[in-house]
Nanobody
Framework: QLQLAESGGGLVRQGGSLRLSCAAS????????IGWFRQAPGKEREGVSCISASGLNIHYADSVKGRFTISRDNAKNTVVLQMDSVKPEDTAIYYC?????????????????????WGQGTQVTVSS
C-alpha cells in the first residue's frame, strides 16, 4: 500500500514562496504519476500540477503556470511543489496524489481530479 504525506504548508505573505513536499512510503513512486491538487472552502478540488512517472511530462493549471514548479526525486521517493509569487487565491488545502493508470497522461490526471492514492493534505494560507 502506497502512503503519501504532505509537508511544507503554512502562512505566507502575498508574493512570497513555499515549498511543499510529498513523501511516499510503502512503495516506490517510480511507476506513478504524481499530482498536486488543492481545495479551497466552498470550491471544487482543482488539479494544480501533475508530473508523469518518467518525469518527462508535466502539466500546470493556467492559474499557476509560471509561478509553480513541480519536480520529482525518485531516489528520495519525493515530489516537490515549489510555489513562488503566491497570491491570496492560492489559499487552500493542498493534496498530493499518485496514480498508476495515468502515469504518463498528466493532463488527464490533473483534470480528472481523482487518483489511486491520496495524502492527508497541508494547509496553505496566503495573506494579502
Amino acid at each position: 500500500q502506497l502512503q503519501l504525506a504532505e509537508s511544507g504548508g503554512g502562512l505566507v505573505r502575498q508574493g512570497g514562496s513555499l515549498r511543499l513536499s510529498c513523501a511516499a512510503s510503502g512503495r516506490t513512486l517510480d511507476d506513478y504519476a504524481i499530482g498536486w491538487f488543492r481545495q479551497a472552502p466552498g470550491k471544487e478540488r482543482e488539479g494544480v500540477s501533475c508530473i508523469s512517472a518518467s518525469g518527462l511530462n508535466i502539466h500546470y493549471a493556467d492559474s499557476v503556470k509560471g509561478r509553480f514548479t513541480i519536480s520529482r526525486d525518485n531516489a528520495k521517493n519525493t515530489v516537490v511543489l515549489q510555489m513562488d509569487s503566491v497570491k491570496p487565491e492560492d489559499t487552500a488545502i493542498y493534496y498530493c496524489a499518485a496514480d498508476y493508470l495515468h502515469r504518463e497522461a498528466v493532463q488527464t490526471l490533473c483534470r480528472r481530479r481523482s487518483a489511486d492514492y491520496w495524502g492527508q493534505g497541508t494547509q496553505v494560507t496566503v495573506s494579502s
